[in-house]
């Protein structure tokens, strides 16, 4: 969604605006900051548990932060940048990282039930 906004509405702000930098860069690096955790997200699924701990942790402070800085750049403003208008494109954004916080939400509670040793064998005492 970020680099979709990007290109479509904020790669060419002038950068006299008051925040530009915000969108113009902070954009296109939310963009490669989503890849990365999905590849540490898909990456920890075949790792240790601690891994996919520190993978799930890591993905869901990175939603909030997102959704922190999208509803504070409406209601007050992040680095000199604000919207006040709930546009298509933030509200599509605002509906990706909502869904995003729940299915991490739902893999911290697989991960906390994961019965599995770091190695990926279930304990004989465990298996069913």
């Known amino acids: 969604m970020h680099l979709r906004e990007w290109l479509v509405l904020y790669r060419d702000i002038p950068s006299s605006i008051s925040g530009a930098d915000v969108v113009r860069i902070g954009f296109p690096l939310n963009a490669v900051a989503s890849v990365l955790v999905a590849l540490l997200l898909v990456a920890s699924a075949f790792a240790g548990r601690k891994l996919r701990v520190a993978a799930v ?49 739902l893999m911290t509670v697989v991960v906390a039930f994961d019965r599995r040793t770091g190695d990926g064998h279930v304990p004989r005492s465990l298996a069913a």
């Open 57 to 105: 942790a890591s993905a869901g402070m990175f939603q909030v932060a997102s959704l922190l800085v999208l509803v504070l750049s409406r209601y007050g403003g992040v680095g000199g940048w604000v919207e006040r208008d709930w546009t298509r494109g933030a509200t599509q954004t605002l509906a990706l990282e909502i869904g995003a916080l729940a299915l991490l939400a």
